[in-house]
Structure formats: C-alpha cells, structure tokens
C-alpha cells in the first residue's frame, strides 16, 4: 500500500509539473505574441496584418490585452458610426424604454414576440414583416439576464448590464427594419467585454452589417438556404460518411447551424474558446465560422455515427463545456474548405448565382 501511494504521489506530482510547465509555455508565447501585435502588427497594420507573420499570431489567439484593438481593426467601420451616432440612437432608446414603463401611445407594440432562433427554423412560419421593430427594445432586458448567466457580470445590478442593455437598444433604435432578435445579446456581450461601450456599439452594427449576418438576423430564407448548400458541399467533401450519416437521419444544417452562427459560437463554446474563434473570424471572415463548424463535426465524427436523429440533434445544440481549444482548433485546420478547385467565396456565389435564376424561372404565383 505505501509503495502505491508514492507511486500515487510521483504520478501526482509530474502531473502538477507538467501542468507548470504548460502554463509557463502559455505565458512565454503570449508575452511573445503581444510585443510582436504591439511593436510590428498593430502600428503597421495595413501592411501588416495580413502578413504570414500576423496569420500565425491570429491563429495562435489574439492577446486579451490587444483583443479588442485587433477586433475593431479587423472589422473595420464601412457604416461610418461616430460616437456621437451612438448617443443619438441610446438617447432614442432611451426615450422609447420612459414610454413603455408609462404605458404611453409608442408602447402599443409592446407585446410583439422576439423573433427568436427556434422562430428562425426554415419553416413557413419564420418569415416576419420588415416593419419598426423598434417594439422589440422592451424585450432585451428578457435576454440580458439569459446572457452567459454563469458569469453573473450581466444580470441586473451586475457591471456589465447597463452597457449591454444600451447597446442593443442603441443597435435596435439605429436599425429598427431590423430590430432585436435573440442571439444578438451574446455578439454584443462579446464585444462589452474587450471594448470601450461607443467602440463595442460600432463594431457590433458593423459586424451584424456582413453579408452573412445580415442575411440570418433579416431571416432572409433564399440566402440562408444558399449558405447552407454551401455548407453542405464541403461537408460532404471533407466527412462523407458522417454526411451520409446525417442525410440517412434527416439532420439539416438549419437545426444545429443557426445557433453556432447566430452568436458567433459564443453561446455554443466555452467563452475563452469562442474568443479564439472570433480571432480568426476577423481574420478570415465568415468562410471561418463555417469552417469551425466543420471542425467540430470533424472533432466527433467517431461519436455522432452512434446516435440517431434526437440525440445528434441534442449533442449538437450543447457541445461539452470542456471541449480543448487545442484539439478543435486541430481539427479545424484539417477541414478542406475547396471543392472540385472551388474555394467558399466560389461555391456560394455559383449557388447564389443559381438561387436566383431559379427565382426568376419559376411560374407566378396563381391569384
């Protein structure tokens, strides 16, 4: 018995060793990596940050301390959003909130339901007029307290509250054709948590203002069909047996997909997990967010085959909380994204391409 115990304690103690070592690794290479983002990348970004330098770095993960500076850059502001836009759109905001808690005429929309991601399924039920969505500001303060509820730093009282709820109804106010829908608190969370409130709104309406974003927050179903074919192609390329697997169960991309793309998986993944994520996706756009998908598919291709459509469905929609960045990010990185020497951006515009010439050959509707 005393020489399993030692045996016990020796395992022990190379464990805490190794795990030392690990960390002073870790630390080395993001000291390494900030002075390098400081020193040559961000003051030389127009020349730089595409460099096979800074491709290594984005991929390494971003820095926290630079995270937020690197995001903005990266994401750029086509909108030209100025801080004082910002205070515009709260102090709207603002003065709609004072109207509903006083019941006045601008809260008889007040019990419009969200459009939220179970109403987002491509079924005939998903599609919602474009009308003044303005209405859906009283239903952001629902969501706030749902927002990474683990970190408590949301919730009412807690410090980040008051600058998530103005984002979003600055955001709601400045795009009410688009309004609030859930899924969009987790993008701003995000956001709060790496930039100053003015600089998190501006990169929040120029993220939600890319292609792909715009076309799931809009639910515009033809574009979302379209980026899910797409998807589907290089699925099939890279995991054709899990693929077949799918197909045979009737497990369509919109069941698993929407939820990993409407928060930027940071609903889906653990938050440092989901921040490394993001670091590529501002790199490389939103191929990446499809590419991570294919990732984790590829990261459980052993497991999902075994269950049937309930259990694939369930597994998908709560991936485990301990899911190892470097093992997803592995698998990532063995993701092919070409197809019969189509690269994405191909793919999806000759799907694009076909999507609407199918919509102009198709008959008029009957009166």
């Not at 390494?32 to 491709?55: G, K, Q, V």
């Not at 709609?96 to 809260?107: D, L």
């Not at 939600?208 to 980026?227: E, G, I, W």
């Amino acid at each position: 018995m005393v020489v399993e115990a030692k045996k016990r304690e020796l395992k022990e103690a190379q464990r805490r060793q190794r795990q030392r070592e690990e960390r002073c690794r870790v630390e080395d290479g993001i000291g390494s990596a900030l002075l390098a983002w400081n020193n040559e990348i961000l003051p030389n970004w127009d020349a730089m940050w595409s460099s096979r330098r800074a491709r290594e770095l984005w991929w390494q993960g971003v820095p926290p301390s630079v995270r937020g500076k690197v995001w903005s850059l990266a994401i750029g502001n086509e909108l030209n959003i100025t801080h004082e836009l910002f205070h515009i759109c709260l102090a709207r905001a603002k003065e709609r909130w004072r109207s509903f808690s006083s019941g006045g005429p601008e809260a008889e929309g007040e019990g419009r339901a969200p459009r939220d991601l179970s109403a987002v399924r491509l079924s005939s039920e998903a599609g919602l007029p474009a009308a003044d969505r303005e209405a859906s500001l009283e239903l952001i303060k629902l969501d706030i307290s749902r927002t990474f509820p683990s970190l408590c730093i949301f919730q009412q009282g807690g410090p980040y509250h008051d600058t998530l709820h103005s984002i979003l109804g600055a955001y709601t106010c400045y795009r009410p054709d688009v309004g609030y829908v859930q899924g969009m608190s987790f993008i701003a969370a995000v956001l709060t948590l790496n930039l100053d409130t003015a600089d998190a709104f501006i990169a929040f309406s120029n993220l939600l203002n890319k292609p792909c974003q715009m076309a799931f927050f809009r639910v515009d179903h033809s574009l979302m069909l379209t980026y899910f074919a797409a998807f589907e192609v290089f699925f099939e390329e890279n995991l054709p047996r899990l693929f077949a697997h799918f197909k045979k169960n009737n497990l369509t991309p919109d069941i698993y997909l929407i939820d990993w793309i409407f928060t930027l998986y940071s609903k889906s993944l653990p938050l440092d997990l989901a921040c490394r994520v993001w670091d590529v996706f501002c790199r490389d756009g939103e191929e990446f967010l499809f590419r991570t998908a294919l990732g984790i598919l590829r990261l459980f291709q052993d497991v999902l085959p075994a269950m049937d459509f309930i259990h694939m469905a369930q597994f998908l929609t709560r991936l485990p909380d301990d899911l190892p960045a470097h093992e997803l990010f592995s698998a990532i990185a063995a993701v092919q994204m070409q197809s019969r020497s189509k690269k994405w951006a191909q793919v999806l515009a000759a799907l694009q391409k076909d999507s609407r010439e199918g919509e102009k050959g198709s008959p008029a509707p009957r009166p």
